[in-house]
């Protein structure tokens, strides 16, 4: 089975653009999640869409967006770049999102997009 | 403020050897905690979870151990192999948050032959 693909893989853009990044899941894969990886702050949870809806959304300004396709492909949007948008971005899915009550629906990563900001 | 934090930035253990790399989290809400690896220009991959209800599961040669009360877990590699030589995230999800993880700061194993 394809493992979740990330287009493109680089990208390079100046202050003030935006950019878009693309994200297919898992086949079966419903549940797509975005994470923004910096060496400043690691990690970082930026949002999760399931059918098409926003259920969860991280401590991103608004020039952050996102969306889901009704075939669970995803994209993500950033406008009005800044030099700190410059980051490794990944994108993660699983087949449906958490249910809690202490189990969690494993995340399979893509190889990420990594955006350098001129 | 950080959440789950890896205090170890590296580690390096002779090949053969058990490797132990330890994650510690504040966040009360956190149930469900999971590790993965890292290497270069490649995402994350899934290693390892543990539930809250639990206090151990194994898979092969990992074996993850969760200190509720402590907030504390540790990732054992045993034996390390140099193949395992990469960064490891320890990361948590809360009951109430989806798929949203929570990661530490990560720790670079480096296992020597």
């Known amino acids: 089975k394809a493992g979740v693909t990330q287009t493109p893989r680089y990208l390079i853009k100046t202050r003030g653009q935006q950019v878009t990044l693309s994200c297919s899941p898992i086949s079966g894969h419903r549940s797509v999640s975005w994470y923004q990886q910096t060496p400043g702050q690691g990690l970082q949870f930026l949002f999760e869409y399931f059918s098409e809806t926003q259920r969860n959304k991280g401590n991103f300004p608004g020039r952050f967006s996102g969306r889901q396709f009704s075939n669970s492909r995803s994209e993500m949007n950033v406008s009005t770049l800044e030099l700190g948008d410059s980051a490794l971005y990944l994108c993660?899915?699983?087949?449906?999102?958490?249910?809690?009550?202490?189990?969690?629906?494993?995340?399979?990563f893509g190889p990420g997009t990594r955006l350098l900001v001129l | 403020d950080q959440q789950v934090k890896q205090n170890s930035p590296s580690l390096s253990v002779q090949e053969g050897r058990i490797s132990i790399l330890n994650c510690d989290y504040t966040?009360?809400?956190?149930?469900?905690f999971l590790w993965y690896k890292k290497y270069p220009a490649e995402g994350p991959t899934f290693l390892i979870s543990i539930s809250s209800i639990k206090d151990k599961n194994e898979d092969g040669r990992f074996t993850v151990f969760l200190n509720k009360s402590a907030k504390h877990l540790s990732l054992h590699i045993v034996p390390s192999q140099p193949g395992d030589s990469a960064v490891y995230f320890c990361a948590a999800s809360a009951w109430n948050a989806g798929n949203m993880l929570t990661f530490g700061g990560g720790t670079r194993l480096m296992v020597k032959p």
């Open positions: 966040n009360s809400m956190f149930d469900y």
């Open positions: 993660a899915s699983s087949l449906k999102p958490g249910q809690g009550g202490g189990y969690q629906e494993t995340q399979y």
